[in-house]
């Protein structure tokens, strides 16, 4: 089974600035990685697949980048309503379907 | 637009049966693959269980032999049969929909709590 790392486990963000979120597979998984976002009491929310295409209704301020074994998610200004969980989950060779461990997006 | 529409969670004694539903709308159940996801209370996202639009279902190794996917086309209406409930099988269970191994709707959660 692919085992996925993320880092950091919380990043501590002022809203208006950057932040990067990596994602590792143990294996290669091509492009196939989708990212998501839940916030607290709430379900998770497809945000990115393909590596890099948001999804639908996704503001343009996410971005992801990655392929094989390395990915990173962007958020270029954080805004309030950014400060979450975020998941990547690998989709090449399933089953099982995996997720990673998640990082907290916080405010500092 | 897509909705989903979890029901039956509750407060259970280990050992015994419960099953959930998940209501569809929006979209041609039919066509597509729908999951089960769980999250553990302040922990992150286990998958359950899939099953195809052609009805092939797959289980984690966690409920292998315990749980079992099903659905009914035509209520437009995912299931959930969960026995031999254990303690760490506690969690918001979610279902979702599949496009092509990741997830892109999700319903809002039921809470399934296993205690004697």
């Known amino acids: 089974d692919i085992v996925m790392t993320q880092s950091p486990a919380t990043l501590s963000v002022s809203p208006g600035e950057r932040a990067t979120l990596s994602c590792r597979a143990s294996?290669?998984?091509?492009?196939?990685l989708a990212w998501y976002q839940q916030k607290p009491g709430q379900a998770p929310r497809l945000l990115i697949y393909?590596?890099?295409t948001r999804a639908t209704g996704i503001p343009a301020r996410f971005s992801g980048r990655g392929s094989g074994t390395e990915f990173t998610l962007t958020i270029s200004s954080l805004q309030s309503e950014d400060f979450a969980v975020y998941y990547c989950?690998?989709?090449?060779?399933?089953?099982?379907?995996?997720f990673g461990p998640g990082t907290k997006v916080d405010i500092k | 637009q897509v909705q989903l529409l979890e029901s039956g969670g509750g407060v259970v004694q280990p050992g015994r049966s419960l099953r959930l539903s998940c209501g569809a709308s929006?979209?041609?159940?039919?066509?597509?693959?729908m999951h089960w996801v769980r999250q553990p209370p302040g922990k992150g996202l286990e998958w359950v269980a899939v099953?195809?639009?052609?009805?092939?279902?797959y289980y984690a190794d966690s409920v292998k032999g315990r749980f079992t996917i099903s659905r009914d086309n035509s209520k437009n209406t995912l299931y959930l049969e969960m026995n031999s409930l254990k303690p760490e099988d506690t969690a918001v269970y979610f279902c979702?929909?599949?496009?092509?191994?990741?997830?892109?709707?999700w319903g809002q959660g039921t809470l399934v709590a296993v205690s004697s």
């Open positions: 979702a929909k599949d496009m092509i191994g990741f997830f892109d709707y």
């Open positions: 929006g979209f041609t159940f039919r066509n597509f693959g």
């Open positions: 099953i195809s639009y052609d009805g092939t279902k």
């Open positions: 294996q290669s998984v091509s492009s196939n």
């Open positions: 393909g590596a890099s």
């Open positions: 989950q690998p989709y090449n060779n399933w089953p099982p379907f995996t």
